[in-house]
């Protein structure tokens, strides 16, 4: 069965799910999206990305054209039609067609496309091993500039700092705020070990506030972590006992090489894996029914 795809309004086929080139989504990056995931037919803190969605448009000024009520039910549904039970769910709100002048009050209808398909997983091995990781050259860009909490199509920020990555063979890439502290990734939040304490990025340093990593912190919490949101150097992840990452793709991954630094004894934690698992668990139960 050809995937169903929610695109402006009706539920199309893939192939005929296609948007104008003058979508300001595609000539400027004006817009928003939101990446979901659903375990065994819950979708994971569904509420938590729709207000994330709907934040990142109202600072944008994009008048999404339904309520979140709505905008939750064409999610679920998107899932539904789609006979997925286990998925990867994509929301985009772009600006729409409008001319090729950047101004956007010249484009009327903001395009709303919702794609529900099955996961592509990361490789277990990267679970197994621990990634390499490297800093970036490309600091994290200023909230004056273009705030990190906006998930926002423009993701030139990350993508440059990826490319170097990639160049460098690292399989992800830290990103420093302007003033020098550890941010998080090109696309997953950082947390450091400590003992019983866990560290991770505060706000104000110009992160996207993750969901994953929100979630992780309630489960730390739960598991009788310290969990703080504070300001820490490369000094600080380079000496940490463990380092791991979070995203709504990743779950939670550990590090093991930072900078050509072994992280604590070169193998993924033990606090990684137990969170890991007790994240796992919360995926079970938490989330809205499909
Ligand atoms: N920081 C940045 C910059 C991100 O893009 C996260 C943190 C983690 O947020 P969540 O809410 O997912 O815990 C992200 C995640 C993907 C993908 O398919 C993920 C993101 C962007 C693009 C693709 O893994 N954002």
């Known amino acids: 069965m050809s995937k169903r795809i929610f695109l402006d309004g009706k539920f199309v086929d893939h192939d005929d799910a296609r948007i104008s080139v003058f979508d300001h989504g595609y000539l400027y990056g004006d817009g ?7 375990y065994s037919g819950r979708i994971f803190r569904l509420q938590a990305h729709v207000d994330r969605l709907f934040s990142s448009a109202k600072t944008l000024m994009l008048q999404i054209p339904y309520t979140k009520e709505k905008m939750t039910e064409l999610i679920v549904e998107a899932c539904r039609v789609n006979g997925l039970q286990d998925a990867y769910i994509r929301v985009v ?3 729409g067609a409008g001319d090729l002048g950047l101004d956007p009050t010249k484009c009327p209808k903001p395009t709303v496309v919702v794609i529900a398909d099955s996961i592509a997983l990361y490789p277990e091995s990267l679970y197994r091993s621990g990634l390499t990781v ?8 200023r909230a ?38 550890v941010a998080e990734c090109s696309a997953d939040n950082i947390f450091i070990v400590r003992g019983r ?16 990593r929100d979630a992780v912190m309630d489960v730390a919490r739960a598991a009788g972590y310290d969990v703080v949101e504070t300001t820490f150097t490369r000094h600080e992840m380079w000496n940490a006992d463990e380092v791991f990452l979070t995203g ?21 934690g033990p606090v990684a894996a137990e969170l890991q698992a007790a994240f796992r668990e919360l995926a079970k139960r938490d989330g809205a029914a499909i």
């Open 32 to 38: 928003v999206f939101e990446g979901i995931r659903a």
């Open 93 to 95: 709100v772009s600006r």
């Open 134 to 141: 490297c800093t970036s050259s490309i600091r994290r860009q």
């Open 144 to 181: 004056e500039a273009l705030n990190p909490q906006i998930k926002s199509l423009n993701y030139l920020n990350s993508i440059l700092a990826k490319i170097e990555a990639n160049q460098r063979g690292c399989q992800e890439v830290v990103m420093l705020s302007e003033e020098g502290f």
């Open 197 to 212: 304490k866990l560290l991770t990025p505060a706000p104000h340093l110009g992160i996207l506030l993750g969901i994953t």
């Open 248 to 268: 709504t793709a990743a779950e939670i991954v550990s590090v093991v090489s930072i900078d050509e630094r072994v992280v604590g004894n070169g193998k993924p």
